[in-house]
């Protein structure tokens, strides 16, 4: 039995993996240690009620448009985020749009190497609930931070 699930296990019977929520604190975390990896695009073309469909089948909370709906370099951004779309919806303007009307443009980017509290900061002063992450090396677009994402390091924190 290793070390790492031996005191789990004589204090509930079963081996239990010890750190599945073995995060860094916030001072210490960075954006790498909470981001979600993988990014999910649409091509500014796309009607909103399409892109609505990929968040809800994709369970994600904002998408990123280009031009070609593939995320990669050397691009400029926009993102869409659900509450963009219940703002269009509550306007009355979802049925005839596309993700290049409602797209902000710009959105807030961290890297992956940032200190989390700096992420922290610019998502409360931006108001965004995501920032769009770029690989430090190269400026790639590799995930997504979420809000969300920054309560599983302050709930679970401990490094």
Avoid: Y
């Avoid at 370099?73 to 290049?100: K, P």
Wanted: overall charge negative.
């Amino acid at each position: 039995m290793s070390p790492t699930t031996e005191s789990s296990q004589a204090q509930t019977g079963s081996p239990r993996l010890l750190g599945s929520f073995r995060l860094p604190r916030l001072a210490h975390a960075r954006v790498l240690d909470a981001m979600r990896p993988g990014v999910i695009g649409v091509s500014p073309e796309t009607p909103l009620r399409e892109v609505a469909r990929t968040l809800a089948s994709k369970h994600i909370h904002c998408v990123v448009v280009n031009d070609d709906g593939e995320v990669g370099a050397q691009r400029s951004h926009a993102m869409i985020s659900a509450l963009d779309l219940l703002s269009a919806a509550a306007n009355e303007a979802f049925e005839d749009r596309t993700a290049a009307d409602l797209a902000v443009d710009e959105p807030p980017t961290v890297s992956t190497d940032d200190h989390l509290e700096r992420a922290v900061k610019l998502m409360a002063d931006r108001r965004a609930e995501h920032v769009l992450v770029c690989d430090a090396e190269h400026g790639d677009p590799v995930g997504i931070l979420s809000t969300l994402d920054v309560a599983g390091v302050m709930a679970w924190g401990e490094a």
